[in-house]
């Protein structure tokens, strides 16, 4: 069996870095002027928040720094928006289109 | 976060620009050769010879129009995509443009250096067939030699470059009860991806369907095969299902609809609303070379016949599912009830609804099925037809 028989589930937790990886692809389509999350075989339309929250996702931001930063933004309970970053994060891991 | 719904406005919007009408994907079927002869091919029986593909500036021409009518992503298909010798220059003026690269591969005519070339020209995506994860099996159903053992390589390369992997198995009778293997191979082989795909039946598949069809306790037996592993896996393989309609009672939505989302381009250039569109009759379909990809989209008879729901008559017409399935596949309903405007048999409303399922039955009862006749082009014919 290869290393990759032992792949595990990832856990979004506050200290996690998030990040695209290579082959996902977010992109504003000028043409019907929103943005897409380009994946394989799949395109994802992200609202407004989850597109601030991948503009975030560097492998640098945790995800805690990452909500920290849009309870300012937007004047909300930083608790509040950590629960929300989770777990739109933990969606958006179970479905590939983040690392971390 | 939602996933993209072809064309949602559609219908609604006045026709402004191209882009906001756009499709989103593109089947690019760069040739139809193929090593492997699987007797399910979704290729039209009558299949394109390399002498009349298009040439690769011609493909290429393709891509840019596709990225300029709003297309996000092209499957680059076949037949075998690898078999032309210039997939590179096509692969790498696509990803120039910006459209997301697929590429749907047997895998066996691959090689590791042809692989890295391509991922640094921008290939995004590997999608590999299998047919089993039983080697003799595979070769039973591929009519190829040692196919197995060449996907496991270029599954491993997929990986070493670190690139996303798909892992695509078409499932009927001859595999259906290998399905936790094949679940287990895709985890093995580092996919991010699996498409457990029933054998849609048209073209050769539906040649070949008193061959492949699985029985309906095989159907629900996988069918809950899929939803355990797809809980166990979750965060490590995305699934992707495709059920067998002749068990369903609601049809697909098939390409998402009728010229809504996607559009398939043949290796010689005529461009289609799905692959299988040649086999409805009164359909007119252009060719890349004589017409712009957007005038296509947008104005071509081919497309709009079948688009949105005026077309429909009852039980489609005035069905509250009318713009969700879209009154299922005009294929089927062409192949099973001799008229491409009837309602999907797949559909409980269809007066032909009984008799088609009646036929999946009968068909994967028997014990011993037919031969497969394997998927080949058919020879030359020494004149021209009348």
């Known amino acids: 069996m290869s290393g990759e028989a032992h792949r595990t589930r990832v856990i979004i937790a506050p200290a996690s870095k998030p990040a695209l990886p290579p082959h996902i692809k977010l992109r504003h389509d000028p043409g019907r002027g929103r943005w897409h999350v380009l994946a394989p075989e799949r395109v994802f339309e992200p609202d407004p928040i989850a597109i601030e929250i991948l503009k975030r996702c560097d492998g640098v931001n945790s995800v805690e720094q990452i909500a920290s930063e849009l309870a300012k933004e937007y004047n909300a309970p930083l608790q509040e928006i950590l629960a929300d970053t989770i777990s739109m994060l933990q969606e958006l891991s179970d479905k590939g289109v983040i690392r971390a | ?386």
């Open chain 2, 1 to 386: 976060m939602n996933e993209v719904a072809p064309m949602e406005q559609f219908s609604e919007k006045p026709l402004v620009e191209a882009c906001a009408r756009a499709p989103v994907g593109l089947l690019a079927e760069l040739t139809h050769r193929c090593p492997l002869q699987c007797p399910y091919c979704s290729n039209p029986l009558e299949l394109d010879r390399v002498n009349s593909e298009l040439t690769t500036a011609e493909w290429q021409d393709v891509m840019r129009q596709a990225a300029d009518l709003g297309i996000l992503q092209i499957h680059l298909s076949g037949g075998e995509p690898t078999v032309r010798k210039d997939l590179e220059d096509i692969v790498e003026v696509a990803a120039k443009v910006g459209l997301y690269t697929n590429l749907i591969t047997a895998g066996v005519t691959l090689t590791r250096d042809r692989l890295k070339r391509l991922k640094e020209l921008g290939l995004d995506h590997v999608q590999l067939s299998i047919q089993d994860v039983d080697e003799a099996n595979a070769e039973k159903i591929s009519a190829y030699k040692n196919g197995l053992a060449k996907k496991r390589e270029v599954g491993k390369w997929v990986r070493e470059f670190d690139m996303p992997l798909t892992i695509n198995a078409p499932i009927h009778r001859h595999n259906i009860e290998n399905l936790p293997n094949i679940i287990n191979f895709a985890v093995e082989m580092g996919a991010g991806r699996i498409e457990v795909a029933n054998i849609q039946y048209y073209a050769w598949a539906l040649k070949n369907r008193a061959s492949l069809m699985p029985t309906r306790a095989q159907v629900l037996k996988s069918a809950e095969i899929v939803e355990e592993a797809k809980e166990r896996l979750k965060g490590i393989m995305v699934f992707d299902f495709v059920v067998p309609d002749y068990y369903a009672k609601t049809p697909k939505p098939c390409m998402g609809g009728w010229g809504r989302g996607v559009m398939n381009v043949t290796p010689q250039g005529r461009v289609l609303p799905c692959h299988a569109a040649e086999s409805v009759p009164g359909l007119e379909f252009d060719n890349v070379k004589d017409r712009r990809l957007a005038d296509i989209w947008l104005h071509g008879q081919a497309f709009e016949k079948y688009r949105g729901t005026s077309w429909m008559k009852e039980p489609c017409r005035g069905c509250p599912r009318a713009e969700i399935d879209f009154g299922g596949c005009r294929c089927q309903a062409m192949a099973f009830t001799g008229d491409p405007t009837n309602t999907d048999p797949a559909c409980k409303l269809s007066p032909h609804h009984l008799a088609f399922v009646a036929a999946a039955e009968a068909e994967s009862g028997v014990a011993n099925p037919p031969a497969f006749v394997y998927r080949r082009m058919s020879p030359v014919k020494a004149t021209a037809a009348e």
